[in-house]
């Protein structure tokens, strides 16, 4: 989950504040956390500099950042062994994509989904019309410019504003993972026929 702390440590004399909008907080994902424990899974909060403790009490889920068992050789073992990854799309998790690990992303812009792979499910965030109180089509997304974006600048002037997923959303999509996991990557008639409509137009628009 990213947040700004680990490149403004980094990098203190570099100005990476245009991709702020990529930083999530990390109590939206709790709920997702302890939702996969029910499942019997134990959940690793990855990174190496970041903001916030996962303040939970439950024993599955280890916050890894804080913990003296932290090391390079771990960080690279747990993203490379893992059963999924739950990523809102950061340089961290092409550990799990190198090793063909199942991923669960969140990215915006939705230019960047990862659609290599059958192992991969992506949601993205939610761009409202301000004026009429609407959210856009996928084809209106492309419409107005913003599936390329690379700054909450681009969305100046646009009458847009991009939504992140909420803390259900999250859940819903680690949830989902599960289920896919279980079915061998498998989907049921009617998902697979939303996904090949969704992905013919998506592949059409990026073309356009």
């Not at 949601?123 to 996928?138: T, V």
Request: aromatic share 16%.
């Amino acid at each position: 989950v990213r947040d700004s702390l680990y490149l403004s440590k980094t990098f203190p004399k570099n100005d990476f504040s245009r991709w702020n909008y990529r930083d999530y907080d990390i109590n939206l994902f709790k709920l997702a956390c302890e939702e996969i424990t029910k499942h019997g899974y134990y959940v690793f909060r990855m990174g190496k500099l970041v903001q916030k403790k996962l303040d939970l009490e439950n024993k599955m889920i280890i916050d890894y950042p804080f913990s003296s068992l932290k090391n390079d050789f771990l960080d690279i073992f747990l993203l490379s062994n893992c059963e999924f990854c739950l990523t809102t799309d950061l340089g961290l998790d092409s550990v799990p994509f190198i090793a063909k690990r199942p991923i669960a992303s969140i990215t915006d812009p939705i230019s960047l989904m990862k659609l290599s792979s059958k192992k991969y499910l992506n949601i993205f965030g939610y761009y409202y019309h301000e004026k009429e109180k609407r959210f856009l089509s996928l084809k209106e997304i492309f419409k107005f410019n913003l599936a390329f974006f690379d700054s909450f600048e681009d969305f100046e002037g646009s009458g847009i504003k991009l939504i992140k997923p909420d803390e259900n959303d999250i859940k819903n999509l680690a949830l989902d993972m599960i289920e896919y996991l279980k079915n061998d990557f498998i989907l049921n008639d009617q998902q697979l026929t939303l996904n090949k409509k969704f992905l013919s137009e998506y592949d059409e628009l990026c073309r356009s």
